[in-house]
């Protein structure tokens, strides 16, 4: 029994020996070195701007969806979308925004467009009070849409 718990010590003396002259192998020696500093992205890598033609389809995109909910024109928002609505979900809207009474809506922002995606706020103001709406739009066979 002796034997083993000899054994069992040498060994574990040899484990934490090789332990100890493993850390002190690859430890750096000397001070610390000081740090980089983090490199400062350039003007170049920032996204380029969207091309103008699609600040424009966007903008006429979105000024046409604050005027569908300003006048609670269902068809007319159901052609800014991506797919065709069904007149069920049409029927539904105008179901909502009629409960709504009389709102107005605006666009309190530009767009903000990265690539094929574009978000728009609209800022819809009535009896219920105000909220701010993103609305997400895609560039779908060069057309802005609203998807859904």
Not at 100 to 129: C, F, N, W, Y
Request: proline share 12%; glycine share 8%; net charge neutral.
């Amino acid at each position: 029994m002796k034997r083993q718990l000899v054994a069992g010590a040498v060994l574990l003396g040899a484990v934490a020996a090789g332990a100890v002259a493993g850390l002190l192998l690859v430890a750096p020696s000397g001070p610390d070195p000081e740090p980089r500093p983090s490199p400062v992205p350039s003007p170049t890598t920032e996204s380029p701007a969207p091309p103008g033609a699609d600040v424009a389809a966007v903008n006429v995109v979105a000024k046409a969806i604050a005027d569908a909910i300003t006048r609670h024109d269902s068809a007319a928002y159901g052609k800014l979308t991506c797919r065709p609505q069904t007149a069920e979900a049409l029927t539904a809207l105008q179901r909502t925004w009629d409960a709504a009474g009389e709102v107005t809506a605006t666009l309190p922002k530009p767009p903000d467009i990265r690539g094929e995606s574009a978000t728009v706020v609209v800022h819809v103001e009535g009896a219920a009070g105000l909220k701010n709406t993103p609305f997400p739009l895609h560039r779908i066979d060069g057309r802005w849409c609203v998807p859904g």
